[in-house]
């Protein structure tokens, strides 16, 4: 059920999901669902997951903030497995402020982004799941 296939596919046991896609259009929101689903699956069958909001995806946080949203309960179920938010691209993107207001890191270990390579090192593994999103 659900994305238990990608499970069968490869032995996992520590995942990063990077969220690249940018709030405001249904294709978007289809695809930040997934990746909270994803992230609630590992969570659930005891995996060592993270969330890493980076590029346009760091638009998702103010949105998924708020209890109106159709994807905050999702959202605030994979809370705690939230590693961060890339502090260059929160400013960038012109949600510096909204995202210093949640309880979200702001993460900036490699040239003001976060380390991807520090998932690697630790032994994350990959699978891409979908144009704009990206597994380690």
Known sequence: KGYSRFLKLVSYSKVAI????E????????RIVNALEFAKELK????????IFAGAGTTFIPALENKDHKAHGIY???????DGACEFCSNAFGVLDEVKKTNIELLSEFDN???LEKYIAQGYQGLPIKKNSLVL
Do not use: F, Q, T, W
Not at 18 to 21: G, I, K, N
Not at 76 to 82: A, C, G, N, R
């Open 44 to 51: 659930e069958k005891d995996h060592e997951v993270g969330i």
């Open 18 to 21: 990077v969220v690249l896609a």
């Open 76 to 82: 605030k179920s994979v809370e705690d497995v939230i």
């Open 113 to 115: 982004h976060p380390s």
């Open 23 to 30: 709030e405001g259009n249904h294709d978007a929101l289809g």
